[in-house]
């Protein structure tokens, strides 16, 4: 693996008001997997958008070679046809077609200029084995789980004869199952000669797959490294990543816990299209003043549900079971109404119900509660502007202006955003689902640091999450879910991974959560 064949060197890109890329330099090996990290900002996508066509020649200053030739991409199309292929963070599938339909898309197997289906069932069901799927081609894209998405991305990206493929945020929102396939997936193309440049947050993904590691911060190449040759940790990575030490993930915290705040008794939910398919089972939950309380489970076990049914009945049919708020039953039959009884949902897909990413920061943090800052129903714009002035500041927001629109943000800053639109409601309960998804250390302890102070002030947080280490770092209590059941109650004390997956693998509730 000693021959180049990708080297960017110099590559200088510029937008209104921001330098996203200075001088960066890349070299990736043939036959390698080479790792693209940074934080949220650093410039490891744009890169990315640079190599692949999305921001043509002449839009950036510097030259790109691939195997010695130098490039001058105006389109994606054009560095396609050379086996250049980059999969987004946002899955580019239409749910409506086929598997094959979606893979061979724009490049449909044709003969005398009429599609030949039987050349694309058959080239869609030898990409498949490829990448260890077994759907029939004719399934519907939208029938398959994102891991499952996912593949077919990459199924897709082999068709167009890939010599490099690049994968930005692969496994952001896939449960460790599906994250482990699509890694084995990568270490199998591996052997067979492909090269391929992974972006990711995962550090033990980067460190478990990746032969090489370039790291960007603000724009700049930090260093890379040689997993092989050189002394690799996550706490090097941290280092380059952010600029300084991080012996501590999770910032200290001294919690000053007060009475019961929020309670969910026998709460049960059923599917809102199968509605004989019950999702949450009897749920019972408390939530303490200035307390963090988690909830643990695995992909399907019912979290997201359980948290949204209770906010206002975003989700789910015949919902029965009750909400109680300093110790008074209490009833949300809207979002407006869970809003003014002082509950708020920061949801775990921010861009699609978080965001109005075509509109401003400004819009998005007073939208949730726009009497605040109007009066006989004008809003004052002076007023509008001080408020979110302040939370620009408070949040540490990474902007130029607060007019700046929510998509030109990296994922750190998009989630302060959210955040600061649902604590502009002022409310005494939030519930934070996945609040770190998708977004880099440096940013992830800017966000911890946050809810702890929000704990401080004496509202209760309910925090739902995947990584099982930010759940026993973060909450001073834990419930576990598995198949819509809460299975069991750990005090943050008590808490380890072990304990956690054995309530999140089986249905049957322990002793202990049923005696409470």
Request: hydrophobic fraction near 40%; charged fraction near 25%.
């Amino acid at each position: 693996m000693t021959d180049i064949i990708l080297e960017m060197r110099g590559i200088t890109k510029t937008f209104p008001g921001v330098r996203a890329l200075d001088n960066v330099n890349l070299k990736v090996r043939e036959g390698e997997i080479h790792a693209l990290m940074g934080e949220n900002g650093a410039g490891k996508s744009t890169l990315m958008k640079v190599l692949s066509g999305v921001y043509p020649h002449g839009s950036y200053e510097g030259k790109i070679l691939f195997k010695g030739q130098e490039c001058q991409f105006r389109d994606i199309k054009q560095s396609e046809q050379l086996g250049i292929v980059i999969i987004h963070q946002e899955l580019a599938l239409s749910p409506y077609l086929s598997i094959a339909e979606n893979i061979f898309l724009g490049n449909e197997k044709s003969r005398y200029g009429i599609v030949n289906w039987s050349d694309m069932i058959v080239g869609t069901r030898e990409l498949l084995r490829t990448v260890g799927l077994q759907e029939a081609p004719n399934t519907p894209a939208g029938q398959l789980g994102v891991g499952k998405q996912q593949l077919v991305e990459i199924a897709k990206a082999l068709s167009k004869k890939v010599k490099l493929l690049i994968l930005d945020e692969p496994t952001a929102a896939l449960n460790e199952d599906d994250s482990e396939n699509l890694l084995q997936v990568l270490k199998e193309f591996k052997k067979r000669g492909l090269t391929s440049i992974l972006i990711s947050h995962k550090l033990s993904e980067i460190t478990r797959v990746a032969d090489s590691i370039t790291i960007l911060r603000d724009g700049k190449t930090i260093e890379t490294l040689d997993v092989g040759r050189d002394k690799v940790t996550e706490d090097r990575i941290i280092k380059g990543m952010v600029g300084r030490d991080m012996t501590h993930r999770f910032p200290h915290r001294e919690p000053n816990i007060g009475e019961t705040l929020f309670e969910i008794k026998n709460w049960s939910v059923y599917h809102p299209q199968y509605q004989e398919r019950k999702v949450i089972d009897g749920a019972n939950l408390s939530i303490r003043r200035g307390e963090i309380v988690g909830i643990a489970g695995l992909m399907g076990a019912g979290r997201t549900e359980l948290a949204m049914s209770v906010f206002g009945k975003a989700y789910g049919k015949r919902i029965s079971g009750s909400l109680h708020k300093n110790g008074k039953e209490i009833t949300l039959p809207s979002i407006s109404a869970a809003i003014e009884h002082g509950i708020a949902y920061v949801t775990e897909d921010r861009k699609t119900y978080g965001l109005i990413l075509i509109d401003n920061i400004k819009r998005n943090v007073t939208l949730s509660k726009l009497g605040k800052i109007a009066r006989r129903s004008v809003i004052n714009d002076n007023h509008e502007v001080v408020e979110v002035e302040n939370f620009r500041k408070k949040m540490n927001i990474k902007t130029p202006t607060i007019l700046q629109k929510t998509m030109n943000l990296s994922g750190g800053n998009q989630q302060k955003v959210v955040l600061s639109k649902w604590i502009f409601t002022d409310p005494d309960i939030l519930i934070l689902d996945e609040p770190t998804r998708g977004i880099d250390v440096g940013a992830k302890y800017e966000i911890y640091t946050i809810i702890h102070q929000l704990a401080a002030e004496g509202k209760g947080i309910l925090l739902i999450s995947s990584e099982l280490p930010e759940v026993i770092g973060m909450c001073d209590r834990i419930y576990v879910m598995s198949e819509g059941v809460i299975t069991g109650e750990i005090a943050h004390e008590d808490a380890s991974q072990e304990k956690l997956m054995k309530l999140m693998t089986r249905m049957e509730a322990s002793e202990d959560a049923i005696s409470r």
